[in-house]
């Protein structure tokens, strides 16, 4: 069992950034693909990015191209979602999300493990 920790959230002003953070208290995100997870209010919850056990990236959201980076640490037991130039469509839930093996996949049913989730809320 992978217990996992979002945080970071918070509220920002459109054109903002932040950093969202995922840890494994008490376990090791080595050996899963890690995924991050959007959930708008009343929409579903949407694959944003991945990142491999290698290392390799992902990011399922056209709209966010250009916008976010993922990243590990793997010596912290970490995964970053870095979120710059924030708009308000970037309001929700972020959570964060691993899978046993390595690759990554773009649907929540795919995952095996959630955090609770951090909320982001971009407005003025």
């Known amino acids: 069992q992978l217990h996992l920790v979002e945080f970071g959230g918070g509220l920002v002003h459109p054109g903002g950034s932040l950093r969202l953070s995922c840890a494994a208290p008490?376990?090791?995100?080595?050996?899963?693909?890690i995924a991050w997870f959007h959930q708008a209010p009343g929409k579903e919850r949407e694959g944003v990015s991945c990142?491999?056990?290698?290392?390799?990236?992902?990011i399922y959201v056209e709209s966010m191209k250009g916008r976010l980076t993922i990243s590990r640490d793997n010596a912290k037991n970490t995964v970053y979602l870095q979120m710059n130039s924030l708009k308000p469509d970037d309001t929700g839930a972020y959570y964060c999300?691993?899978?046993?093996?390595?690759?990554?996949?773009?649907?929540?049913?795919?995952?095996?493990?959630w955090g609770q989730g951090t909320q982001v809320t971009v407005a003025s």
């Open positions: 008490g376990g090791s995100l080595t050996h899963y693909a």
């Open positions: 990142i491999r056990s290698s290392g390799e990236t992902t």
């Open positions: 999300a691993a899978r046993l093996g390595s690759s990554c996949r773009e649907f929540s049913y795919e995952y095996d493990y």
